[in-house]
T-cell receptor, first 117, second 111 residues
Framework: IAGITQAPTSQILAAGRRMTLRCTQD?????MYWYRQDLGLGLRLIHY???????GKGEVPDGYSVSRANTDDFPLTLASAVPSQTSVYFC????????????????FGAGSRLTVL | GIQVEQSPPDLILQEGANSTLRCNFS?????LQWFHQNPWGQLINLFY???GTKQNGRLSATTVATERYSLLYISSSQTTDSGVYFC?????????????FGTGTQLKVEL
């Protein structure tokens, strides 16, 4: 089934540990995104990638890094986790092809729930 | 950055009732999407609607871009409509392809 796969589904992590959230899509979408969702704050963009080999900062990038070595994978790394990074993390993708209506329609993964103690 | 305000924040309906959810945004946009997050957390795109009106079954949406708002209509609501509805936009200027989300409308449909 085409879509986005996120792993792990849920993780409890000690503060100070390094953690990588994995995201893989099989739709050959150009653009990929990482959002975090916190109660009362909606979804906030952490980092994005418009195409393989490029990345950019979103609204809340501090404490996170990403890479985009190929079209399908877009991992999110927390180098040294802190309790304020406790959240639900969503990976998303979009076609992002110029001139195509609706090319930026987002498809979301199922989310990764991260708890930092 | 662009501000996105959704109203009401919470809504409780009896099954079969109709409702209107509103999304106001503070700047001109070239991308507006509505999403439904079900009680299990899955986010599904409902509409891509930077302007005009679209309908999909019991759901329809209208965006009046010149007045900077969008409406999501739910008719004959069902318990499966419960969840959170998000509006997300990209401003014309400086937005690239990045969506900014509102804080959502929490909908509960009761029998």
């Amino acid at each position: 089934i085409a879509g986005i796969t996120q792993a792990p589904t849920s993780q409890i992590l000690a503060a100070g540990r390094r953690m990588t959230l994995r995201c893989t899509q099989d739709m050959r979408h150009n653009a990929m995104y990482w959002y975090r969702q916190d109660l009362g704050l909606g979804l906030r963009l952490i980092h994005y990638s418009n195409t393989a080999g490029t990345t950019g900062k979103g609204e809340v990038p501090d404490g996170y890094s990403v890479s985009r070595a190929n079209t399908d994978d877009f991992p999110l790394t927390l180098a040294s986790a802190v309790p304020s990074q406790t959240s639900v993390y969503f990976c998303a993708s979009s076609v992002r092809t110029r001139g195509i209506s609706g090319a930026n329609v987002l498809t979301f993964g199922a989310g990764s729930r991260l708890t930092v103690l | 950055g662009i501000q996105v305000e959704q109203s009401p924040p919470d809504l409780i309906l009896q099954e079969g009732a109709n409702s209107t959810l509103r999304c106001n945004f503070s700047d001109s946009v070239n991308n507006l999407q509505w999403f439904h997050q079900n009680p299990w957390g899955q986010l599904i795109n409902l509409f891509y609607i930077p302007s005009g009106t679209k309908q999909n079954g019991r759901l329809s949406a209208t965006t009046v871009a010149t007045e900077r708002y969008s409406l999501l209509y739910i008719s004959s609501s069902q318990t499966t409509d419960s969840g959170v509805y998000f509006c997300a936009v990209t401003p014309f200027t400086g937005g690239g392809n990045k969506l900014t989300f509102g804080t959502g409308t929490q909908l509960k449909v009761e029998l």
